[in-house]
Nanobody, 115 residues
C-alpha cells in the first residue's frame, strides 16, 4: 500500500500564501504522477496541478501564475506553493499519487482564505 500525508493547510487572508506538502511512503516503487486536487463546499473535486516523474507539469487555468507545483523525487514529496490566494481558493486540498496502475489519495488538508 501507499500512504500519503499532507501538511501545510490553514487559514490565510486574501492575498496571502501557503505551502502544502505531501509525502508518499510505502510501496512506491514505480511512482508516476503526483499532484493536487481540491474540493470546495458543494462542488466537485477538481484538478489543481500535477507533476510527472520526469518533471512535466500541468496547471488548472485558474491557478496559473499564482500556484507552483514542485517535487523532490528523493524524498517522494510533492509541494504546492500557493500565492495571491483569494476566497475562491477555499476548500479541502487532496494530494494524489499514481503508482503503477493505482491512484492513491491523501486525507486532505483544509485551506481557508478569509479576512
Amino acid at each position: 500500500q501507499v500512504q500519503l500525508v499532507e501538511s501545510g493547510g490553514g487559514l490565510v487572508q486574501p492575498g496571502g500564501s501557503l505551502r502544502l506538502s505531501c509525502e508518499a511512503s510505502g510501496r512506491i516503487f514505480g511512482i508516476g504522477a503526483m499532484g493536487w486536487y481540491r474540493q470546495a463546499p458543494g462542488k466537485q473535486r477538481e484538478l489543481v496541478a500535477r507533476i510527472f516523474s520526469g518533471g512535466s507539469i500541468a496547471y488548472a487555468d485558474y491557478v496559473k501564475g499564482r500556484f507552483t507545483i514542485s517535487r523532490d523525487n528523493a524524498l517522494n514529496t510533492v509541494y504546492l506553493q500557493m500565492n495571491s490566494l483569494n476566497p475562491e481558493d477555499t476548500g479541502v486540498y487532496y494530494c494524489y499519487a499514481y503508482v503503477l496502475t493505482t491512484t492513491y489519495w491523501g486525507q486532505g488538508t483544509q485551506v481557508t482564505v478569509s479576512s
